[in-house]
């Protein structure tokens, strides 16, 4: 079902994150107005992350899913951890990773918005 595909997908891209030397900070993070799959600390970047999984492609690309409202909910949400954490002198991107369940394959989008 989708909950289960949704969690695995985040699990293999925390996964993934890692092993690109990220120190994931948030899994799952959540307020009133919305949520953030994964906020991690790579590169000297605060990345927030926008996870998208499909077992195939026969209803597009995973980062398809990720569109204008999505993503002015994400930037809210990331507004608010900014704030909340007073982050307010640190270089941060928004990046989508899309996950493909069949192979476990990923596909990291820097900068995707």
């Not at 891209?13 to 949520?35: C, H, M, P, R, V």
Request: positive net charge.
């Amino acid at each position: 079902n989708n909950v289960e595909k949704g969690i695995l997908g985040e699990k293999i891209a925390t996964e993934y994150l890692k092993s690109k030397g990220a120190y994931i900070l948030e899994n799952n993070y959540k307020i009133k107005s919305g949520e953030i799959d994964i906020i991690a600390k790579l590169d000297d970047e605060l990345v927030f992350v926008e996870v998208k999984s499909r077992r195939n492609i026969n209803y597009g690309y995973p980062s398809e899913a990720v569109n204008y409202k999505k993503i002015n909910k994400i930037i809210n949400v990331a507004k608010y951890y900014l704030l909340k954490n007073r982050l307010d002198n640190i270089d941060i991107r928004f990046d989508v990773i899309e996950v493909y369940l069949k192979n476990k394959e990923v596909n990291h989008i820097i900068n995707a918005f």
